[in-house]
């Protein structure tokens, strides 16, 4: 199976920052890459697909970038409603593996 | 609206059984693969099961194999999952969730049904 590393586990930012996630593949992945948002008790929520695709209704300070086996999700100025968990998910195979999840706390 | 909305979580002794249903709507459900994915208390997500839209490709984590079961209806618009021989790491938030094209991310997710497996 592909093993999915994300860092830094926590990050502890404040609004208006600029902060970055990062998630490395055990192999490659192509662009077969995605981004979720999840908040307390809520289900996950879709950001980012094929790597650096924003999902509609994603505002335009959410990107992401990548290929191969190392990817990057980018906040450009932290909001009040983005502290929350990320997840990065890959589908490169029909056995799909998630990140262990980046918790982004206010700081 | 589009949603899906699982049911048939609860409390199940070790070894027991259950099934969870996802019902569909908003959309056609028939062109779309649908995936189980869950979360145990306080952890990750952990994909479960996938089905292809005619239900003729299927795949699970090894943590399920053999004990679980994916299903669709699509004359119902519904996704089940039976889970057999039940364990107390089987514990989790179940979600339900939709690729948005086939062999894609999970665009659409239900808001989970819990499952708790204790004596």
């Known amino acids: 199976d592909i093993q999915m590393t994300q860092s830094p586990s926590t990050l502890s930012a404040s609004v208006g920052d600029r902060v970055t996630i990062t998630c490395r593949a055990s192999?490659?992945?192509?662009?077969?890459l995605a981004w979720c948002q999840q908040k307390p008790g809520k289900a996950p929520k879709l950001l980012i697909y094929k790597a650096s695709s924003l999902e509609n209704g994603v505002p335009s300070r959410f990107s992401g970038s990548g290929s191969g086996t190392e990817f990057t999700l980018t906040i450009s100025s932290l909001q009040p409603d983005d502290f929350a968990t990320y997840y990065c998910?890959?589908?490169?195979?029909?056995?799909?593996?998630f990140g262990q999840g980046t918790k982004l706390e206010i700081k | 609206e589009v949603q899906l909305v699982e049911s048939g979580g609860g409390l199940v002794q070790p070894g027991g059984s259950l099934r969870l249903s996802c019902a569909a709507s908003?959309?056609?459900?028939?062109?779309?693969?649908m995936n189980w994915v869950r979360q145990a208390p306080g952890k990750g997500l952990q994909w479960v099961s996938y089905i292809s839209t005619s239900g003729s490709t299927i795949n699970y984590a090894d943590s399920v194999k053999g004990r679980f079961t994916i299903s669709r209806d699509n004359a119902k618009n519904s996704l089940y999952l039976q889970m057999n021989s039940l364990r107390a790491e089987d514990t989790a938030v179940y979600y339900c969730a939709r690729e948005k094209y086939s062999g894609d991310a999970f665009d659409l997710w239900g808001q989970g049904t819990m499952v708790t497996v204790s004596s």
């Open positions: 192999q490659s992945i192509s662009t077969w």
């Open positions: 998910q890959q589908y490169n195979s029909y056995l799909y593996t």
């Open positions: 908003g959309f056609t459900f028939n062109n779309y693969e």
